[in-house]
């Protein structure tokens, strides 16, 4: 159980980027990002390897400097505020524990830096300890712990000093699908127990989807969309991020501005309520808004080969290419009798409405592009020096003294 009341949480504040850059020769591994959060907000920062979102979150810790723009929290600017003094706190990927140590004197290393009272630290760290569920395990060392409780420690680490925002770069990259899964249910309790403002650093698009308030979708050091989590999965203003978030079906032609549709080889399809658009034109169709067998009244329809049918259990994922379109997919339900099976010829059709124009600015193969790009940010040493400290204790006195 946690302690009630508790003695940290509910410290709310908004932090505010303002048009930051950070160059690294010709490269911009952050290029004029802005972004505005509330006080208490969960936002992820998603994006592929290179794409500036580790580069941000360094920015906002102070490990980095800005070539131009500006950090506010509350407010005031902190970009010229040192790391120890920002008072914000960092959980990172490989946990940076401390070896010798046990749990409990872990996290109670930021508050003896504080220098708080003894009664004072005890109590904070049964607090904490309680919050994420390692009360009995206090007395253990990291080598006798495993990863997901690892993990644990290092996030009641950062948290038992009350800090307004916290920083978590992909936390749970480390970690096997089903302990992620329950961490991720258990970092969005806690989220909510201490009303704290989360910024959450990840490339896995479930996981932003899973925890986040909104979602900032990072490509070439740019912040392509900010949205929550349903604005970018079901109204994407790309066709990157329609393709980096969720499956998708894009559809491209040639806009027939006459009869508000899309034209794209022997198909017309209309377009959305309100669509005025000419020239080239791209639409998303998600999966799951595909129906197969039958055509109705205000639905556009398609006829394509079925190339492949994999049965999911709830449902079967059926791909199938269409002249002049590619490949579609669309998810069957198991128990349907439809027969769409490979080598057989299938009626697929969705709302008129259910489709989503795009814009075309953006090539929708690149969110697994490796660039120039990744020498300077996630996956490159540039990126990853801040991080690659000692686990003496002087050096993640540095991190934790925040």
């Not at 591994?29 to 802005?34: I, Y």
């Not at 057989?344 to 600015?361: N, P």
């Amino acid at each position: 159980m946690t302690a009630d009341p508790l003695s940290f949480g509910q410290n709310q504040v908004s932090l505010e980027l303002k048009n930051l850059v950070k160059r690294y020769g010709s490269v911009a591994a952050v290029d004029d990002v802005s972004l505005v959060t509330k006080p208490g907000e969960f936002i992820t920062l998603l994006g592929p390897s290179g794409s500036g979102k580790t580069t941000t979150l360094n920015l906002i810790a102070g490990f980095l400097t800005p070539d131009s723009g500006d950090i506010y929290v509350d407010g005031e600017p902190i970009s010229s505020v040192p790391p120890h003094r920002r008072n914000i706190g960092m959980v990172f990927q490989n946990y940076m524990l401390f070896p010798h140590m046990t749990a409990e004197a872990n996290i109670a290393f930021p508050l003896k830096r504080r220098k708080l009272p003894a009664a004072d630290i005890g109590r904070k760290v049964g607090e904490a300890l309680d919050l994420v569920g390692l009360r009995d395990l206090g007395t253990r060392y990291p080598r006798e712990l495993s990863g997901g409780q690892q993990q644990r420690v290092a996030l009641a680490r950062a948290i038992v000093y009350n800090p307004p925002i916290l920083l978590m770069d992909e936390p749970l990259g480390a970690l096997d699908k089903n302990l992620r899964e329950s961490l991720q249910v258990e970092i969005r309790r806690i989220h909510r127990e201490l009303g704290t403002t989360f910024l959450y650093v990840t490339h896995d698009q479930g996981e932003a989807l899973a925890l986040s308030d909104r979602i900032a979708i990072f490509k070439d050091g740019k912040i392509e969309q900010v949205g929550t989590t349903t604005e970018v999965y079901d109204s994407p203003t790309t066709t990157f991020v329609a393709t980096f978030i969720g499956e998708s079906n894009i559809i491209r032609g040639q806009a027939d501005s006459r009869r508000s549709a899309l034209v794209a080889g022997p198909w017309t399809l209309a377009l959305p309520t309100g669509t005025r658009s000419t020239g080239h034109l791209a639409i998303l169709v998600r999966p799951e808004k595909l129906t197969l067998g039958g055509v109705a009244p205000g639905r556009n329809s398609l006829r394509g080969l079925v190339i492949e049918s994999v049965y999911l259990g709830s449902a079967r994922r059926v791909s199938m290419d269409v002249q002049d379109v590619g490949r579609l997919v669309a998810y069957e339900p198991a128990g349907s009798s439809l027969g769409a099976d490979p080598g057989s010829e299938v009626e697929v059709s969705w709302a008129i409405d259910d489709a989503v124009v795009l814009a075309e600015g953006s090539n929708p193969g690149s969110s697994d592009a490796a660039g120039e790009d990744d020498a300077v940010d996630e996956s490159g040493e540039t990126e990853q020096r801040p991080h690659r400290q000692s686990t003496g204790s002087n050096s993640l006195a540095t991190m934790e003294d925040q």
